[in-house]
Antibody, heavy 116, light 107 residues
Framework: EVQLQQSGAELGKPGTSVKLSCKVS????????MHWVNQRPGKGLEWIGR????????IYAEKFKSKATLTADTSSNTAYMQLSQLKSDDTAIYFC?????????WGQGVMVTVSS | DIQMTQSPASLSASLGETVTIECLAS??????LAWYQQKPGKSPQLLIY???SLNDGVPSRFSGSGSGTQYSLKINSLQSEDVSIYFC?????????FGSGTKLEIK
């Protein structure tokens, strides 16, 4: 059974960084792209970027190019997203999502709250 | 970026009714359109991919149609468990973009 298990909620101060993880099971993470999507409170879904875990190649949405850094560790079947220079409008739920037939499996999401 | 215009923003219908949600792309996306269901407090779940293909385990009362720039999701025989927000997404071109969502409630 394919599962994407994300790390727990984060509370970060403005100007700091957080690193989120997404550990997959039931398939080899190398086999397909991993995407990251956010959802601000009460809002819609916004694509952040994706990584090819097989070679580390990444593509980012323009507005996240200096905000998010995607990495993957194939030995532990885990994808990561680091968010830097946190601001209040980075407060959101962040999801990892596997690319299969569209985004066919999603993590449960992790709430990142930015507050001093 | 391809813009996805989804309508209506909210919808209220009775149990057993049929409802339709529409999505309009700003350019031809050649059926590379997915629909997701997001229940309160949960992550989105894939319902439909490639405009009209039902994902495994999704009830057959859900169906998708459309081509070019216009797509729709139809839910037949509305059930209480269908209360959710529904999103469309184009995955024809990067970046993949989502519609703004349709909140479905039961009357």
């Amino acid at each position: 059974e394919v599962q994407l298990q994300q790390s727990g909620a984060e509370l970060g101060k403005p100007g700091t960084s957080v690193k989120l993880s997404c550990k997959v099971s039931g398939y080899n993470i190398r086999n397909t792209y991993m995407h990251w999507v956010n959802q601000r409170p009460g809002k819609g879904l916004e694509w952040i970027g994706r990584i090819d875990p097989a070679n580390g190649n990444t593509i980012y949405a323009e507005k996240f190019k200096s905000k998010a850094t995607l990495t993957a560790d194939t030995s532990s079947n885990t994808a990561y997203m680091q968010l830097s220079q946190l601001k209040s409008d980075d407060t959101a739920i962040y999801f990892c999502a596997r690319e299969g037939m569209a985004f066919d499996y999603w993590g449960q999401g992790v709430m990142v709250t930015v507050s001093s | 970026d391809i813009q996805m215009t989804q309508s209506p923003a909210s919808l209220s219908a009775s149990l057993g009714e049929t409802v339709t949600i529409e999505c309009l792309a700003s350019e031809d996306i050649y059926s590379n359109l997915a629909w997701y269901q997001q229940k309160p407090g949960k992550s989105p779940q894939l319902l439909i991919y490639y405009a009209n293909s039902l994902n495994d385990g999704v009830p057959s009362r859900f169906s998708g149609s459309g081509s070019g720039t216009q797509y729709s999701l139809k839910i037949n025989s509305l059930q209480s468990e269908d209360v959710s927000i529904y999103f469309c997404q184009q995955n024809y071109d990067s970046p993949p973009t989502f519609g703004s969502g349709t909140k479905l409630e039961i009357k």
